[in-house]
């Protein structure tokens, strides 16, 4: 079984501080004819980062120019969708984000973006389910026990996430009402640096996505209790769904899409979009998502149009759990 594939490629530049070049006068017939920055709002080695290494170096082949994948960490994903929203509407800056797309506007009132009105989207990519991990040497050794020992150790027991806004912060949430604790949570840039210290035993528990669990599960190196979707997932199939192992209010499972800046032209976007479709049915992506428990989403979704209404939709929907469960990321 795969463990965290190795995605250097020729075609994908992996830093985090280079911004790749084009102008606010480019001639959309003629694009790309420079580098493209896939930002992508939390740390390197992480899930969202990820998932994106994995399609950029289909669609950079396709598009015929390389891709650069930044990292702009910060407050729950919204710094880099900020960053984008602001930059040239010309297609070289292109975001890659998740969920937390929908959440952003009830979980940080002062937003100086609409996710909506500020982007246009590109297309959905994948649908990833969460686990709920723990150290290795964490005592609970199965869903149901953890639950009693969280619910009797709340004043010690230690919940990493990636910040208010982040996938793992909604799903530990989720866990918080259902077991009726406050625990101390341990925010990071990523849920790649939180896992490295789950691995490493400095923090007792999180949520996280297969893309970035599965290898350590597998391999030993952190406890699984339980997968967040309805069904199992192939790749983990020792694990439970959660509503299998006694908490089924803990159902969730993360989406992901690319956009650009609202003002991009429609042929910019459309050359996007194909690239993306080619990237969503290579072989060579389609193996590794499935080592990572998950997959492309299916072809009708990875179009402008089904990836705004389901993110019209999670506005909607998450907008009210958001306001009634009072939390906010100001
Ligand atoms: C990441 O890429 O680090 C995660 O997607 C963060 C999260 O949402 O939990």
């Known amino acids: 079984m795969t463990r965290r594939t190795p995605l250097a490629a020729l075609a994908v530049l992996a830093v985090t501080s280079l911004a790749a070049c084009g102008g606010g006068d480019a001639d959309p017939a003629a694009y790309p004819e420079d580098d493209i920055t896939i930002v992508v709002p939390f740390a390197a080695g992480g899930p969202t980062d990820t998932v994106t290494r994995l399609i950029a170096e289909p669609m950079a082949e396709e598009l015929g120019q390389q891709i650069v994948v930044q990292n702009v960490e910060g407050a729950g994903g919204t710094v880099a969708a900020g960053q984008v929203a602001d930059e040239d509407p010309d297609g070289y800056q292109v975001l890659m984000h998740h969920i937390g797309m929908s959440t952003a506007p009830a979980l940080y009132p002062d937003l100086e973006y609409s996710p909506l009105e500020d982007f246009k989207t590109i297309g959905l990519v994948t649908e990833v389910p969460m686990t709920i991990v723990a150290r290795k040497d964490f005592e609970p050794e199965t869903l149901e026990e953890l639950v009693t020992y969280v619910g009797e150790n709340a004043d010690t027991v230690t919940l990493a996430n990636a910040g208010v806004g982040a996938a793992s912060q909604l799903c530990g949430l989720l866990i918080e009402e259902a077991v009726g604790v406050d625990l101390t949570e341990v925010p990071y840039d990523g849920t790649g640096p939180a896992l490295t210290d789950l691995v490493g035993g400095q923090v007792d528990f999180m949520c996280d996505q297969t893309t970035n669990t599965t290898g350590q599960i597998l391999s030993g190196d952190i406890k699984g209790y339980a997968v967040t979707t309805p069904e199992p997932v192939e790749a983990l199939p020792d694990l439970p769904t959660t509503a299998e192992a006694g908490l089924p209010e803990v159902e969730v499972s993360v989406w992901h899409g690319l956009y650009v800046p609202a003002d991009t ?57 958001i306001e009634e469960a009072g939390v906010t990321g100001e």
């Open 265 to 321: 032209p429609d042929e910019v976007v459309e050359k996007l979009t194909d690239a993306l479709a080619v990237a969503l049915t290579d072989q060579n992506v389609i193996d590794q998502m499935a080592d990572l428990g998950t997959t492309p989403v299916a072809e009708d979704q990875a179009t402008p149009d089904a990836h705004t209404a389901k993110l019209e939709e999670q506005i909607d929907s998450w907008t009210p759990i």
